[in-house]
């Protein structure tokens, strides 16, 4: 079960690739990180706006004291423009088309059908050969074309300021291949006293927040390629400026909020991977070794309006809301707060 939520905590799509993303290291560590950049983008991406997510379901902030405990989920969904890339030989310098459509599919796309070919010239003035086969999308696999993300957190109210400090947190802990540590904050500051709103229904409140992630995954066991200490590490800095309005009605609340997110996360391929090419003119087999071959970084920025609704059964409360960002978010959670 631990296993399970940190698989989804992260991507669990990009991890069971791993082994596929690693033929991209025969088109050399210049083209394979393009390749690698390309292909993963929209996981990516939509993991970056969906962990900008979820900080909360009102503009209300507790009272002395009280807090809350909140588990949400996010949907981040994928454009169709983002299900594709070009390939464009000119901006490779090793790799050309073989067989295949020039539009290739992401890893959140379809079938692929292209095969790509390799040719790198040597130390030596002569020139390594091979060719691989673009591995193919799980979007058509998938109900909703979309990135999950989901996190915990606990907000409390701190004393005299009227506002909410939000924390959400995850010791690194894991699995023998898989490991996981998150640390967000966040603070939520009531401005309904300022506006001399606090004595009507509505709530204005502006938020400010930041979460970390990082995550190291074994791909040694899975991977297609012999070598030693092989890993894939993830690392996400995400934050979010918003200001919130809600209605109390008190079974049911709605609320909306507009804002500007920006991310960025690095990925990089770690360990030694041993690679086989044959000898141009000669037909001989060349073997060679790289060692962390690939780095690439991803950004996600820009600005974001949210519309949701929250039932208050008590201390129990349900919530939903939809973000228009360049990934649409949808946000679902439970919250247990205590005012």
Request: net charge negative; aromatic share 10%.
């Amino acid at each position: 079960m631990k296993k399970l939520i940190l698989l989804l905590i992260l991507f669990a799509p990009f991890l069971g690739k791993s082994q596929d993303i690693e033929q991209f290291l025969l088109a050399g560590t210049e083209d394979a990180s393009k390749l690698t950049e390309k292909y993963v983008n929209p996981v990516s991406k939509g993991f970056m706006y969906g962990l900008n997510n979820g900080w909360y379901s009102t503009a209300r902030t507790h009272k002395k004291l009280g807090f809350d405990i909140t588990l949400v989920a996010n949907l981040a969904q994928v454009p169709s423009s983002d299900e594709v890339f070009q390939f464009v030989e000119s901006d490779y310098s090793n790799i050309t088309l073989v067989s295949g459509s020039s539009e290739i599919q992401t890893l959140m796309g379809g079938e692929n059908n292209t095969t790509l070919a390799a040719r790198i010239e040597t130390d030596m003035g002569d020139f390594k050969l091979t060719n691989f086969t673009m591995p193919d999308g799980i979007g058509d696999d998938l109900p909703m074309n979309a990135v999950p993300s989901a996190t915990l957190q606990v907000g409390i109210g701190i004393p005299g300021i009227n506002s909410d400090l939000k924390v959400r947190y995850l010791p690194k802990v894991g699995s023998s291949d898989l490991e996981v540590g998150m640390f967000g904050i966040g603070l939520q500051k009531s401005l309904s006293k300022i506006l001399k709103i606090d004595k009507t229904p509505v709530d204005i409140s502006a938020l400010i927040a930041y979460t970390q992630l990082t995550a190291e995954y074994d791909i040694q066991e899975d991977s297609g390629l012999n070598g030693s200490g092989q890993m894939m590490e993830f690392k996400t800095n995400a934050y979010t400026f918003q200001a919130i309005a809600s209605v109390n009605l008190k079974l049911i609340e709605f609320y909306g909020a507009v804002g500007y997110n920006t991310a960025k996360m690095d990925v990089d391929i770690k360990g030694s991977y041993d690679l086989e090419y044959t000898l141009e003119g000669t037909g001989a087999t060349i073997k060679e070794t790289v060692v962390d071959p690939v780095s690439v970084d991803f950004d996600a920025s820009g600005v974001r309006a949210t519309l949701g609704t929250r039932l208050n059964l008590g201390f129990f409360k349900i919530f939903g809301d939809y973000t228009i960002q360049e990934y649409n978010t949808i946000t679902g959670g439970i919250a247990f707060s205590f005012r």
